[in-house]
């Protein structure tokens, strides 16, 4: 059982940023931030592998940047020039090498304002 617990979330003006944390129990091969805002279904955000590749949904595609450090067990998401339309909860996610299945966090919210 995997282990997550994200912070920093919380309220921010539009252009504003945020740095996202989620540390785990353990080191995880895959890592994925996700959101889901009021009325929407979850969408992906980003993704990070072991290495160095990443992954970005267009929306936030040269605003976002998730990175991780290995020895700390922890992911982050730098959140750039906000717009009210981030507003959501985000979910950190892991998975572990050559599985399907990914654990959550218990989420943590971010809201620009406009």
């Known amino acids: 059982q995997v282990q997550l617990v994200e912070s920093g979330g919380g309220l921010v003006q539009a252009g504003g940023s945020l740095r996202l944390s989620c540390l785990a129990s353990?080191?995880?091969?895959?890592h994925g931030w996700y959101r889901q805002a009021p009325g929407k279904q979850r969408e992906l955000v980003a993704v990070?592998?072991?290495?160095?590749?990443?992954i970005y949904a267009d929306s936030v595609k040269g605003r976002f940047t998730i990175s991780r450090d290995n020895a700390k067990n922890t992911v982050y998401l730098q959140m750039n020039s906000l717009k009210p339309e981030d507003t959501a909860v985000y979910y950190c996610?892991?998975?572990?090498?050559?599985?399907?299945?990914?654990?959550w966090g218990q989420g943590t919210q971010v809201t620009v304002s406009s």
């Open positions: 996610t892991a998975r572990k090498w050559a599985t399907t299945y990914d654990y």
């Open positions: 353990e080191t995880i091969f895959r």
């Open positions: 990070i592998f072991s290495g160095t590749t990443t």
